[in-house]
């Protein structure tokens, strides 16, 4: 699996303190790349606006001005920030700015690695976003699946697709005619059509939300009824997602 880079931007009028957040992320996150290093007010407003770090290790107290008025000076989004600093009484402040955490020196190891934990798990997630809404963009005009069979593959069009069904390590593909039996899982089904309007309700079942034409209040989840009167289940935790996609 690939893993994903970070910038990291280090900016902290005390070079011992620096220092321990390099270390630190060495240690625990060296995959993460350290762009900005400074104790410099203006080198760090120019440097962040140039680089655009992901996370922003930020001291409050510098000469110079304070880590508050260097955010005020950044580009409208700047990047996560957890600031790093001996006193306590600038959380509330930190937390109206938006911080993604707030820790107190002298560093404790336990604690910087959950707050970078939990910033990273952010990061991440935004990241899948990013690239899903890039990939959508990308190859929205590719209209086809390509599912292998025997002897090479077949190409479905994508809109003709009613559902999919789980079947151990095969997925049963049903259109308006006919079923496909393929040799993948239906978690691989899952992943390619999400960007074209495909939900998974249920462990066993893969929709094409355009093709719903009614719901069932039922046992767990309820029930969908597609344009084939086809009966598929909807799970409970499933529910409040499936109709996040509908107006109602």
Known sequence: MKTSTFKIAI??????ARGLI?????????EMEVVCDTGDFSLACREITKLQPELLFLDVEMPGGSGFELLEGLPEQPPAVIFTTAHDKYAIRAIKAAAADYVLKPLSSSEFRASVEK?????????????L????????????IAVPTLNGLDFLEIEDILYLEADSN?????????????????????????PFGFLRTHHKYLIHLKK???????????????????????????KSEFFRYFVY
Request: charged residues 30%; hydrophobic residues 35%.
């Open 11 to 16: 900016v902290d009028d005390e070079a011992d």
């Open 22 to 30: 390099r270390l630190l992320l060495k240690d625990y996150f060296p």
């Open 119 to 131: 910033v990273k798990a952010c990061l991440l997630k935004t990241q899948r976003a990013e690239d």
């Open 133 to 144: 809404a890039f990939h959508k963009r990308a190859y929205a005009h590719i209209s086809k």
């Open 170 to 194: 095969y997925t049963n593909i049903y259109l308006p005619a006919r079923k496909e039996v393929v040799c993948r899982t239906l978690a691989q089904f899952e992943t390619e059509l999400a």
């Open 212 to 238: 719903v034409k009614h719901y069932s209040k039922g046992k767990g989840g309820g029930c969908i009824t597609l344009e084939n009167n086809a009966l598929i289940p909807v799970s409970a935790r499933k």
